[in-house]
């Protein structure tokens, strides 16, 4: 019985090991998708920002930034933004997180700011339905494991008993498969 245990928990391994290592590359993918697209969203809006903000405030004419978002440019950059790195970042001021874009546009350093991008918002929410999602795979393929591993383990317990305690009737007789084959093979033979 012992070694049908073990063949039965190899099988269920194996079959977990797989769906695990498949959701891993999956997880991957839409870790990098997420990443991607907020690239596209966030990063670029903020490039796009900065295109047309800088030249009206070289020009002296206002600039005004939909709600959430913030131009700054020379004096004018709060102290907790000045001397970033040029290119976009994320980083937290004052306990908010904030998308904020540096440059320079050849008058001075200016930053664009996302304060209240609702990309990470989004963002939170999409993980966690690819950690449900996960885990409810994961789930099924237990299930699934554990009834592929008994459809083919009990037929084997059933043999090798019957084998075992030298049984003249062995299960199987009829299939057409490798059991089946197994099984008159051991079928003990009769004597005339």
């Known amino acids: 019985m012992k070694k049908t245990d073990s063949l039965r ?6 079959y977990m090991t797989f ?9 991957v993918i839409a870790a990098l998708a997420v990443e991607g697209i907020e690239e596209k969203l ?3 809006r903020l490039e796009e920002v900065a295109l047309w903000a800088a030249p009206r405030h070289t020009g002296g004419m206002p600039v005004q930034m939909p709600a959430g978002l913030s131009f700054h440019h020379g004096a004018d950059i ?4 000045r001397g970033l790195p040029h290119g976009v970042r994320e980083i937290t001021v004052d306990g908010t997180d904030l998308h904020v874009l540096a440059g320079n546009d050849g008058h001075g350093e200016f930053v664009v700011v996302d304060h209240d991008s609702e990309y990470e918002k989004i ?3 999409v993980y966690s339905m690819f950690a449900a999602g996960f885990l409810a ?12 591993a008994n459809r083919i383990v ?18 199987c007789l009829e299939r057409d498969d490798e059991l089946g084959i197994l099984a008159r093979l051991c079928r003990p033979h009769r004597r005339a």
């Open 9 to 14: 928990r190899r099988i269920i391994g194996a």
């Open 123 to 125: 963002e939170i929410v």
């Open 78 to 81: 709060p102290r907790s933004l």
């Open 154 to 171: 009990t037929p084997i317990t059933l043999l090798s008993r019957a084998v075992e305690e030298r049984q003249d009737e062995l299960p």
């Open 137 to 148: 795979f994961v789930a099924c393929s237990l299930v699934l494991a554990r009834f592929l």
């Open 42 to 44: 966030v990063d670029e």
């Open 19 to 27: 769906a695990i290592a498949v959701s891993a590359v999956f997880a």
